[in-house]
């Protein structure tokens, strides 16, 4: 991973702290120039459809907060941002390949069809997390003080998918090692 990409994830690693600490001492406008930052780094890095989304969802609560100087949306982003991931997931169960299927396949080009099968069950378990995150962060985001919100959504939220990507790794490793034993 290059230089700039790291930073660029570790901006948007920090996006909940940056709101927090922003709006402790600065308008939600000025915070939103933060975002804006990022949604231009996010457009000069990557030419992925995913990066495209993500910085047109950027764009677009960033407009929101300088039109209206609320800092709702601020909080709304990582809301939003689960919204985008359940979507490309959910839409590539519906027209396969499914998302964990097209990562797998770059490390295993020839996945067997019990491949997929995990494949699709995977992509369907992260679509119930995003559901169950994007919810908790719209909770927090609505009905939590500030420093809740950026504990959750700047913490919490990343442990619980570290945790996720660990148990799909132990989960995998075993279904794998199963299916060399038959």
Request: proline share 5%; charged share 15%; net charge positive.
């Amino acid at each position: 991973m290059s230089w700039r990409k790291f930073g660029l994830v570790a901006l948007t690693l920090c996006y909940p702290v940056v709101v927090y600490v922003g709006l402790q001492y600065w308008p939600p406008r000025i915070v939103a120039l933060f975002l804006i930052a990022l949604l231009v780094l996010r457009l000069a890095a990557g030419k992925q459809a995913g990066a495209r989304a993500m910085a047109l969802v950027a764009a677009a609560v960033a407009a929101v907060v300088m039109a209206s100087g609320d800092a709702m949306p601020l909080k709304l982003y990582p809301v939003f941002i689960n919204a985008l991931m359940l979507g490309l997931f959910g839409w590539s169960l519906r027209y396969p390949p499914t998302v964990v299927e097209r990562i797998a396949r770059m490390r295993e080009p020839d996945l067997p069809p019990a491949g997929v099968a995990y494949t699709r069950k995977v992509t369907i378990a992260w679509c119930v997390f995003f559901c169950c995150n994007g919810a908790v962060a719209l909770g927090t985001a609505l009905f939590a003080d500030d420093a809740t919100w950026a504990l959750y959504n700047g913490a919490i939220a990343y442990v619980l998918i570290g945790t996720m990507f660990a148990a799909e790794w132990l989960v995998r490793r075993r279904v794998m090692a199963g299916h060399r034993h038959v």
